[in-house]
T-cell receptor, first 110, second 116 residues
Framework: LAKTTQPISMDSYEGQEVNITCSHN???????ITWYQQFPSQGPRFIIQ???TKVTNEVASLFIPADRKSSTLSLPRVSLSDTAVYYC???????????FGDGTTLTVKP | DAGVIQSPRHEVTEMGQEVTLRCKPI?????LFWYRQTMMRGLELLIY????????DSGMPEDRFSAKMPNASFSTLKIQPSEPRDSAVYFC??????????????FGEGSRLTVL
């Protein structure tokens, strides 16, 4: 399976929009992209999932360009409580496999 | 709903000892997954079950690792004998549908294993 690549860390300030990009060059037609959030001493928690174009829910948006080789998680107006590690997970549907990225540590500063 | 319940939350043992980690999935979820998380290797899928049947165990590192799901509400991950390199956080997750369709997994809080 292709490696899923994310930036190791990002810093932001309260109230700003944060965009975290994940690269998945070998994604196939039926494969999905999912994002998770993880706080210390907790399990990952589902944020959003997408297949193409744009998906939005109450906490985030997910942008997937036409070639689907990357995806961007967008967190609007972050707060201190959004400080966490964010993981991109690509689900390879036909192979019945999935690959987590190495995670992006987001630090939100006051 | 209580969510996915794992026990123990912390386990410290000595090399060579047997370790058993336990998981109770969310009621009604047909899929159960065991993941391992380390700084070096990140989140790795070890094995997953569908309706109590192991579907893919290709992530199980070696024969010292075994997993069972005797019924829909209970699963164990056993390491025998344990080694220091097995030290990690082990997560159990469950899903109501095939994760290859939805990708949404519900994780427990993990079991932190330290092998001395």
């Amino acid at each position: 399976l292709a490696k899923t690549t994310q930036p190791i860390s990002m810093d932001s300030y309260e109230g700003q929009e944060v965009n975290i990009t994940c690269s998945h060059n070998n994604i196939a037609t039926n494969d999905y992209i999912t994002w998770y959030q993880q706080f210390p001493s907790q399990g990952p928690r589902f944020i959003i999932q997408g297949y193409k174009t744009k998906v939005t829910n109450e906490v985030a948006s997910l942008f997937i360009p036409a070639d689907r080789k990357s995806s961007t998680l967008s967190l609007p107006r972050v707060s201190l409580s959004d400080t966490a590690v964010y993981y991109c997970l690509v689900v390879y549907t036909n192979a019945g496999k999935s690959t987590f990225g190495d995670g992006t540590t987001l630090t939100v500063k006051p | 709903d209580a969510g996915v319940i794992q026990s123990p939350r912390h386990e410290v043992t000595e090399m060579g000892q047997e370790v058993t980690l336990r998981c109770k999935p969310i009621s009604g979820h047909d899929y159960l997954f065991w993941y391992r998380q380390t700084m070096m290797r990140g989140l790795e899928l070890l094995i997953y079950f569908n309706n109590n049947v192991p579907i893919d165990d290709s992530g199980m590192p070696e024969d010292r690792f075994s997993a069972k799901m005797p019924n829909a509400s209970f699963s164990t991950l056993k390491i025998q004998p344990s080694e220091p390199r097995d030290s990690a956080v082990y997560f159990c997750a469950s899903s109501p549908t095939s994760f290859t369709n939805t990708g949404e997994l519900f994780f427990g809080e993990g079991s932190r294993l330290t092998v001395l």
